[in-house]
């Protein structure tokens, strides 16, 4: 699974962007990172829309390519399930080094 | 509909309402229209209620009048490192002493500057101008490098300590935040493209004017910097934002380059950040910076006055762009201030040095 990821907004409106292959990262972490993207709904998330409730929240962006299935989600960050917008935290904070 | 008390509950906005008015069956168009008017008296009651109290005590004010002097109803959480902003602890309320914690008083003092702020410059009572209790949340999240206003709260992360440390610490980043509960109770302007820009230029002037009034700044000492304070020592940066120079904020390997436009030429189209809103709103922020440097003096009084009541005009509505709330503004300059005065003058000039057209035809 690949995932493609793009988080901007916040005060700061810096935007951190990362790209992963689950295959590629540690077999646990890969695995759980999979189980969770296919539990949730990503065009689910798509519907909910980016417009935020109140002001400077993160906004989400993320493509999924798993196999033959494309899905990708711009969404305001408290429309995202807490589970996963941890992962994508971690995944995204990890480019800083 | 909107049966709620707060305006925070209500989340149809007015240009939908007033689509259901004109096109609605009829107990739709009536509910739609009892909530349009409502919402147009409680503003105007508040426009009035703000002229009254903005003339400070008067000669044979009334015991009462003296009496209902508003005073700020601070309510500070801890979110104990959890994205909760409604379960923590309360550790410090209006009146408590300081906790120790930095964050917590940090917040208390900066939401406190800011109450004054609005209260003693614009005669504003709060967020809602009606006294809302100003609820603060702190240490939010694992190294949360954010804050924002969640609609209700201002709420403040102690940062990633990577980039970005404790939000607290820059008390136009405090102001910021519940700036955007201003300008919510006020306008209502949508979080997207150029009314995304407006909202978010509308926090940056009233962070910035809280700091200034705070050190007792004149317009041409100030520094015009946002989050001065919330970079780590490894970035290189003066702060998140420049109101004088946008642009040249921060030039830093890891973080990049400050992307903020000071022109109409150079306005950014994007998805992101919600149509570039914290990108875009370095083309209203020179505006202001500029009215507000030509014109001198504390920056509070007239440029801010001016930009603080076109929030409040009628003819500002949710999706309000650059080009009307420049000529909004210029409005209100020469409603305050006359025709030919300097104050209109300055108003043109600012919005002219960053390509917004004020004239009618635009």
């Known amino acids: ?97 | 509909m909107c049966r709620g008390r707060t305006p925070f509950h209500c989340f149809v906005p007015p240009h939908v309402l007033r689509s259901i008015a004109e096109n609605g069956d009829g107990d739709q168009r009536k509910a739609a229209l009892a909530t349009l008017t409502r919402d147009q008296s409680i503003r105007l009651a508040r426009v009035q209620n703000a002229k009254v109290r903005a003339g400070g005590p008067r000669e044979g004010a009334d015991f009462l009048a003296v009496a209902a002097t508003p005073r700020p109803d601070r309510r500070i959480r801890d979110a104990q490192g959890r994205e909760e902003v409604a379960r923590g602890p309360f550790v410090r309320r209006e009146g408590d002493p300081p906790t120790g914690d930095k964050a917590a008083d940090e917040a208390y003092d900066g939401l406190g500057d800011t109450f004054g702020f609005f209260l003693e410059v614009y005669g504003r009572d709060s967020i809602d101008d009606e006294g809302m209790p100003l609820r603060g949340v702190v240490h939010f999240g694992e190294q949360f490098a954010n804050a924002f206003w969640d609609g209700r709260r201002m709420v403040f992360g102690d940062g990633d300590g990577v980039i970005l440390g404790r939000m607290t610490r820059s008390l136009d980043v405090i102001g910021h935040e519940l700036g955007h509960g201003v300008t919510e109770a006020e306008a209502g302007l949508e979080y997207w493209g150029q009314s995304g820009a407006l909202n978010e230029s509308m926090s940056d002037v009233f962070g910035s004017l809280v700091e200034q009034r705070k050190r007792n700044q004149k317009a041409d000492a100030a520094d015009w910097l946002i989050g001065n304070e919330v970079w780590t020592p490894k970035i290189k940066g003066d702060a998140l934002r420049s109101m004088k120079a946008p642009g040249q904020a921060y030039d830093d390997p890891l973080v990049g380059k400050d992307p903020q436009p000071a022109h109409m030429r150079d306005y950014v189209e994007t998805v992101d950040d919600n149509g570039g809103v914290h990108i875009n709103s370095g083309i209203p922020n020179h505006a202001f910076y500029t009215t507000a440097t030509k014109l001198g003096g504390f920056a509070w009084e007239r440029a801010g006055r001016i930009w603080y009541e076109s929030l409040q005009h009628p003819a500002l509505k949710p999706t309000t762009g650059f080009a009307r709330f420049a000529r909004i503004t210029l409005r209100v300059a020469e409603r305050l201030h006359g025709q030919t005065s300097g104050e209109v003058k300055a108003v043109r000039e600012g919005w002219d040095k960053v390509g917004v057209p004020t004239s009618a035809g635009a």
């Open chain 1, 1 to 97: 699974m690949r995932l493609a990821l793009k988080r901007s907004g916040g005060i700061a409106g810096l935007t951190l962007r990362a790209e992963v292959e689950t295959e590629e990262l540690p077999e646990e972490e890969g695995r759980e990172l999979r189980e969770l993207v296919r539990r949730t709904n990503i065009e689910g998330l798509a519907e909910r829309g980016s417009r935020p409730r109140g002001a400077d929240r993160y906004q989400y962006d993320v493509a999924v390519e798993d196999g033959d299935h494309r899905a990708r989600a711009v969404v305001s960050g408290e429309h995202v399930p807490p589970e996963l917008r941890s992962a994508l935290d971690r995944l995204l904070q990890r480019q800083l080094g």
